[in-house]
């Protein structure tokens, strides 16, 4: 009788169990576009290595933190989330002075939104297997969202351990 397969994949549940699987050794393969009229220089891709982890809360309106470890290509930084893990949404605020608000869509799909000068960004995180995350972002100008500044796609592998 041959071994049973895998599990089917699940996608997370709650922001609680999606913020626990970022945790992680990942190869992130980022393309960025910027809007230019320029013939060459409004796109480019690049590798990096990141290091998660997550610490959840243990009482009270905030979820965790979510760890960015430093390495030599990524500087360190911290994500505090704010919200009950059975709600929708909520508030977070990053080591870097950013502060945003979240909300965890019935897509399972983590949305990211807060503001930096005269720019507004949406970030959406997601899993499509259990090893893989999926990002985009958006920039564009804060008086007006559909003026959309640049985009760029992550597509994240979790590094197993041998």
Known sequence: MPAPGPAPFQP???VGELLERCAGRW???RTL???SHAEE???RSESTQLEFSWQPAEDGPELGVLRLHETRQQTGFQLRVA??????EG???GSDGRRGLW??????????TWSGGDQQFDERIWFSKANLRLRSRTVSCKNDPSAVQ??????????LQR
């Open 12 to 14: 997370p549940a709650t």
């Open 27 to 29: 190869l992130s393969l």
């Open 33 to 35: 576009v910027t809007v």
């Open 41 to 43: 220089g409004w796109d």
């Open 83 to 88: 919200g009950a893990a059975r709600d929708r």
């Open 91 to 93: 508030r977070f605020e």
């Open 103 to 112: 909300r965890f869509d019935p897509d399972h799909v983590l949305h990211l």
């Open 150 to 159: 640049a985009c760029a796609f992550y597509s994240e592998i979790r590094r």
